[in-house]
């Protein structure tokens, strides 16, 4: 059987670094993100005799034996398991912002094909189990299963049967929220969240701080979205993402993920902020910079990212839906 899902990305405003478990992809610490409308994969999966491995073609081109093409054949893999089917898979996925856009694109890819790849497989999931598939594939997956704001809660159990999002709030809650996401460089980098984690959890001395403040966050955050006060999600999520640098720039070999231009635009927002507006920054395990801040002011905020040097893109999005199965097919 054939089916096809669409699902947005998200970004975290407390930041997930670091499993407790690599094989089935369990955090030390729960994580909340936003869905971000717009930025969204769409994918089709179809499992058959005919194939004789997975295929996985991504925007176009057919996916090498590699990284990338393991985090789809390790979730196709429990889904054949969870099934109980023999057939390997043919997935095809598009994304519908720019490739390498350094946007995290296995957030939304993985959360689309738990979907239409468990919906192939003849499984009817629920979004728990959904979420839960979703993560096996990607961490930051299990949150774009619902959309709006969402906490992925890191559970405590070894099976990982209790480590799965929920949603705070949909996206229709907070509608005037917007991250004006800076993209300061489209090169591929060079080191993967999965490797940069591990190696901080292993290495960086401030790990065990790291893990010992988020659960605070997690909780200023989820009142702060539930109030809609801007400065208290902002101003968390900015600090939760410095905390996260640090046991990046700690690890060894240091992970270093900003370049000139994140740093022209994390002193721009400290700067607007100093002149009154209300604005904060955000970073993920790359060069992009997201600016937190409300409808009103995104304009003047994108334009002013705009004329920084080295950015090359402003993409403006408000809080997306949850994945969604699709009628259209990709093959
Ligand atoms: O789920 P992954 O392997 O793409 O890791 C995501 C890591 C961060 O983007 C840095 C943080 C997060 O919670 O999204």
């Known amino acids: 059987m054939k089916a096809s899902a669409v699902a947005n990305s998200n970004i975290a405003l407390a930041k997930y670094w670091g499993k407790r478990d690599a094989k089935l992809m369990l955090p030390h610490n729960s ?49 054949k398991e969870m099934a109980k089917i023999k057939e390997f898979a043919k997935v095809v996925s598009n994304n519908t912002f720019p490739t390498a856009a350094g946007l995290a694109s296995s957030a939304s890819g993985l959360a689309a094909l738990a979907l239409a790849g468990s919906k192939a497989a003849g499984l009817e999931l629920g979004k728990k189990e959904l979420s839960i598939l979703a993560r096996r594939g990607s961490g930051s997956a299990s949150r ?114 900003w370049n000139p231009a994140s740093m022209s635009v994390i002193h721009s927002v400290l700067e607007l902020r100093d002149n009154g507006m209300k604005c904060y920054f955000t970073c993920d395990a790359g060069p992009q910079v997201k600016i937190i801040c409300l409808e009103k002011d995104s304009k003047e905020i994108a334009e002013m990212a705009a004329r920084i040097e080295g950015v090359e893109d402003v993409i403006v999005s408000g809080p997306g839906r949850g994945a969604e199965f699709v009628k259209r097919d990709l093959f």
């Open 31 to 79: 994580s909340i993100s936003m869905t971000l409308d717009g930025l969204f994969s769409h994918t089709t999966c179809e499992f058959d005799g005919k194939y004789r491995s997975h295929i996985v073609i991504l925007d176009g081109a057919e996916l090498p034996e590699g990284d990338a093409k393991q985090e789809v054949t390790i979730q196709l893999d429990v889904i």
């Open 144 to 257: 774009s299963v619902y959309g709006g704001f969402v906490e992925w809660q890191k559970g405590v159990k070894s099976d990982g049967s209790d480590s799965h999002a929920v949603q705070i709030a949909d996206e229709n809650y907070w509608k005037d929220f917007r991250m004006v996401v800076c993209i300061a460089s489209k090169k591929e980098k060079k080191i993967k969240s999965r490797a940069g984690m591990a190696q901080s959890v292993a290495t960086s001395p401030f790990y065990k701080s790291w893990i010992e403040s988020v659960e605070s966050d997690i909780d200023a955050l989820k009142k702060g979205i539930l109030k809609k006060d801007l400065e208290a999600v902002g101003s968390t999520a900015e600090h939760n993402c410095l905390k996260m640098y640090a046991t990046m720039i700690s690890t060894k070999p240091p992970i270093i993920y």
